[in-house]
C-alpha cells in the first residue's frame, strides 16, 4: 500500500510539472512534438495491423 501511495504521489507531481513546462513556449514545442511522433507511431501500428489482418485474411480464403 505504501508504494502504491508513492506511485499516486510521483504521478501527481509528474502532472504539476508537466503543466508547468507547458505553459512556456519550449514546452509547448517540446510536447507538441512528442504528440505528434506518438500520433505517427500509432499510426504505424495501426497501418501495420491492417495489412497484417489483410495478408491472413487473403490466406484464409485462399486468394
Request: charged share 30%; aromatic share 12%; net charge neutral.
Amino acid at each position: 500500500m505504501k508504494s502504491f501511495l508513492w506511485l499516486v504521489v510521483g504521478v501527481a507531481i509528474g502532472f504539476v510539472v508537466a503543466h508547468k513546462v507547458n505553459e512556456t513556449p519550449q514546452g509547448r514545442q517540446f510536447f507538441s512534438s512528442i504528440d505528434k511522433k506518438a500520433r505517427d507511431f500509432g499510426e504505424a501500428v495501426s497501418d501495420g495491423y491492417r495489412q497484417r489482418e489483410a495478408e491472413i485474411r487473403s490466406a484464409i480464403d485462399g486468394d
